[in-house]
């Protein structure tokens, strides 16, 4: 009787991650992903962050950009055509060593005018907008500084309400949103880090949310030189706003949630006090503070369970 010959495996192909010649891309993973529509190529070494698209109607939008560096040709904003994927500007601010976006922030007035954007060096970029070719050129920078006085440690700056790390006996590491910190290391940054900006329906009036200082930030856009005016503590660790159709109420997410309470199991991120689970030490509150903007109070907090 005869046996038929075992079929031979066929080794699995070899990847090179990136861009494939049939149009998908190999992540640092091994997955294969095959996106949708045209893609865009912002360069090398860079974190795609946030997008906005220019209301002008003449095909342009912007891309926040993290973690880049102009000796490689880009900039902290691309501007690029939504039909053809072209990159048309890699756009820094003059005067601003940061080349790097923030996490998040990036909006377009609603005239279409100007467009602002975070920075993790401390300050709100606005730049014009050019209405035909939707190019950037510079307009203003608004310095949202970290709360509380600087002083020296070791050749770095610290912020005075960002001191030594309290924490319970064998609680995990907390975190600077970057690296972990044991209890009793002493915690600094340099940066509010603005996030999230929203802009007012009449265009008066930008809103960011500071990372650090645990705030949203209201900027004056009136004046010739736009200016921070005022902040108002939200809830832990803010990161997006949106503004009501009306223009009289904010919604600020606070990725950890509401302010820590006296007998709550207590992590800290960049300093402040935050909500934790005491087995994972993660935070595990998530809120929205409802911010009325006439009186520039928080008027409800509303729970969401893990942060929103």
Not at 56 to 85: C, S
Not at 171 to 181: L, V
Not at 207 to 223: E, M, Q, R
């Amino acid at each position: 009787m005869g046996i038929p010959a075992l079929a031979q495996s066929v080794p699995y192909p070899t990847y090179t991650v990136g861009p494939q010649p049939d149009g998908s891309y190999v992540v640092s993973d091994g997955t294969i992903i095959t996106p949708a529509g045209t893609q865009v190529d912002l360069g090398i070494r860079v974190r795609a962050k946030a997008v906005a698209v220019n209301p002008k109607g003449n095909h342009t939008a912007a891309v926040l950009t993290l973690g880049t560096n102009p000796k490689n040709g880009n900039g902290a904003v691309e501007i690029f055509d939504t039909k053809t994927g072209t990159v048309l500007q890699s756009y820094n601010p003059a005067g601003n060593s940061d080349s790097s976006g923030s996490e998040v922030g990036l909006t377009y007035t609603h005239d279409g005018k100007y467009l602002l954007f975070s920075q993790d060096s401390s300050f709100v970029a606005i730049a014009k907008v050019n209405p035909t070719t939707g190019l950037l050129s510079d307009y203003a920078r608004v310095s949202v500084p970290i709360d509380g006085t600087p002083y020296t440690i070791a050749g770095q700056y610290f912020d005075t309400t960002v001191d030594t790390v309290k924490c319970f006996h064998n609680s995990p590491p907390g975190t600077d949103g970057s690296y972990a910190h044991s209890c009793g290391h002493t915690l600094g940054t340099n940066s509010a880090y603005p996030l999230g900006i929203a802009v007012a329906p009449n265009g008066k009036t930008a809103y960011v949310a500071l990372d650090v200082n645990d705030t949203l930030a209201k900027i004056d856009l009136t004046g010739s030189t736009p200016t921070k005016v005022a902040e108002v503590r939200v809830g832990n660790v803010p990161d997006s706003v949106v503004i009501s159709a009306d223009g009289r109420t904010a919604y600020v997410s606070n990725k950890a949630g509401r302010i820590a309470k006296k007998d709550d199991f207590q992590e800290y991120s960049a300093g402040t006090p935050v909500v934790a689970d005491s087995f994972t030490g993660s935070a595990s509150s998530g809120t929205v503070s409802v911010v009325d903007l006439a009186s520039f109070k928080v008027v409800k907090t509303i729970e969401t369970g893990l942060h929103p």
